[in-house]
């Protein structure tokens, strides 16, 4: 399964000279002349390598979330029902949190080396917290009259599960799903440090060489990038959420 989403994530624009060495320290256009640009000019000299990041940390964060919810609401799914199981989910998943995403990556880097391997397994092992507890609080919420009904109108316990309890509980599962978005993407520019895809190859870049001409812009492009993907992720999950919700369901 990670095969084809490694791929997605490593498709982009072709190289670039700003973007072939690591962060983009050596070679960018815009500093071959050592002068300060504006921040739209460092843009407009470098959007290919940009928007090439911009792609990559996207794609990186669909491909996180994918195999995020597969695993975090299967785990729901299998646990909702025990209390002790349900508990422990929680509670490995939120240990998972506490790990610095520096040491996890650096505790990646001995199996899996540099790229975007390592970067995947840390992000999703960070975005299973929110799916994982959402997917067992919005099951175990769905009312129990309601699943007495259709009980007794003769529903089977595995189309009790997809047909009733999961559709009314989408809501706060999709609330989880949208929360662990937010915050792979703003956790996905640290796998800049593991030469990892992204956005954080601009901060870090410019960090990296702070004080050189255009640092700032580097710095400052590679930080708005990553909040304007984070408000275009949450404008999908609004549409997402209006379009799988029922009216009924949305007006509780």
């Not at 470098?46 to 695993?71: F, K, P, Q």
């Not at 029902?81 to 610095?100: K, R």
């Not at 919420?141 to 189309?159: F, N, S």
Request: net charge positive; charged share 10%.
């Amino acid at each position: 399964m990670t095969a084809p989403i490694l791929h997605l994530i490593r498709s982009d624009l072709p190289e670039t000279a700003s973007n072939a060495d690591h962060f983009g320290i050596v070679r960018q256009p815009s500093d071959l002349g050592g002068c300060t640009l504006s921040v739209w000019e460092y843009f407009q000299q470098n959007w290919i390598s940009i928007v090439n990041d911009a792609i990559r940390h996207a794609n990186l964060t669909i491909g996180v979330i994918a195999i995020a919810v597969v695993i975090g609401v299967g785990i729901g799914l299998m646990t909702y029902t025990q209390p002790a199981l349900a508990s422990l989910a929680t509670s490995t998943t939120s240990a998972f949190l506490t790990i610095p995403s520096l040491a996890l990556l650096g505790i990646l880097i001995g199996p899996f080396g540099l790229g975007t391997v390592p970067v995947v397994v840390a992000l999703v092992l960070y975005a299973l917290l929110p799916i994982t507890r959402n997917t067992i609080v919005g099951l175990r919420g769905v009312d129990p009259a309601v699943v007495g009904a259709a009980q007794g109108m003769g529903v089977g316990r595995g189309r009790l599960i997809y047909q009733v309890k999961f559709p009314l509980a989408w809501p706060v599962v999709l609330s989880g799903i949208r929360v662990s978005t937010q915050m792979i993407i703003g956790i996905a520019t640290i796998g800049a440090y593991v030469k990892g895809p992204g956005l954080g190859n601009q901060i870090f870049g410019g960090l990296g060489r702070f004080g050189a001409a255009n640092s700032l812009n580097q710095v400052l492009i590679g930080t708005v990038g990553v909040m304007l993907l984070a408000l275009l992720f949450d404008l999908v999950y609004v549409v997402i959420g209006r379009v799988t919700t029922s009216r009924g369901i949305r007006g509780n």
